[in-house]
């Protein structure tokens, strides 16, 4: 299967701990994206990244929730001091970035988060 | 005002039937348009992208007016496996990042 890839896809914790989700993109494409979607809305841009650099975090939920993409292929999002408000699915999609702001994102299936 | 706004739906309309749905967006320096679909569940998948001179694919039709920020898909002849929720999708000028409206859910019925 060569579609963006996501892990875990469900994980479940308790208030106040610690998650890391991780995506893999398509191979070739260089741009990845994070999004959440909460039940009855439709997905919410948080960040992405061009390769290995961060282009745009503004829109990141709070300062508990960051992103890293060390080599540019594999990114992760990490949301720390879950509240309840975080359970939600986090989106992850990547796009070839043939031009800027025209290109196909294709997403992967989701994490879906519960907090309790 | 939300950037990008949907029919709420729900639409439920027999097999056969053609739906139309509306898209409004706030931004009138938007330079890309979309329409996807997610079904129940699952991840959201490109249906078609939307031109300014229109455009057709099968059964489905995407319209974007730029003069009043409006954007449009038709489907004809509808099957049960149209069933989903469908997203509009704008991207701001100089962006990249993609604004969903809310989506409007559509069921199929036999």
């Known amino acids: 299967d060569t579609g963006v890839s996501q892990d875990p896809r469900h994980k479940i914790t308790k208030r106040g701990q610690n998650v890391t989700f991780r995506c893999d993109p398509i191979?070739?494409?260089?741009?990845l994206y994070w999004y959440r979607q909460t039940l009855g809305q439709g997905p919410e841009f948080l960040t992405y990244?061009?390769?290995?650099?961060?282009?745009?975090k503004s829109r990141l939920l709070s300062d508990r929730f960051s992103a890293e993409r060390p080599k540019g292929s594999f990114s992760t999002l990490e949301i720390q001091r879950t509240e309840q408000g975080d359970s939600a699915m986090y989106l992850c999609?990547?796009?070839?970035?043939?031009?800027?702001?025209?290109?196909?994102?294709?997403f992967g299936p989701g994490t879906r988060l519960t907090v309790l | 005002r939300k950037e990008v706004e949907q029919d709420p739906g729900p639409f439920n309309v027999p097999e056969g039937a053609t739906v139309a749905f509306n898209c409004t967006y706030s931004?009138?320096?938007?330079?890309?348009f979309f329409w996807y679909r997610q079904d129940c569940r699952k991840e959201p998948k490109l249906l078609m992208s939307?031109?300014?001179s229109g455009n057709e694919d099968g059964r489905f039709t995407a319209q974007l007016n730029r003069a009043s920020q409006y954007i449009s898909l038709l489907i004809r002849d509808s099957k049960l496996s149209d069933s989903a929720t469908y997203l509009c999708?704008?991207?701001?000028?100089?962006?990249?990042?993609?604004?969903f409206g809310a989506g409007t859910r559509l069921t199929v019925k036999p």
């Open positions: 999609a990547s796009s070839p970035a043939a031009l800027a702001g025209r290109d196909t994102q294709y």
């Open positions: 191979s070739e494409h260089n741009r």
């Open positions: 990244f061009q390769n290995e650099a961060q282009l745009e």
């Open positions: 931004n009138s320096a938007s330079q890309s």
């Open positions: 939307v031109y300014s």
């Open positions: 999708v704008v991207i701001p000028y100089n962006n990249n990042d993609m604004r």
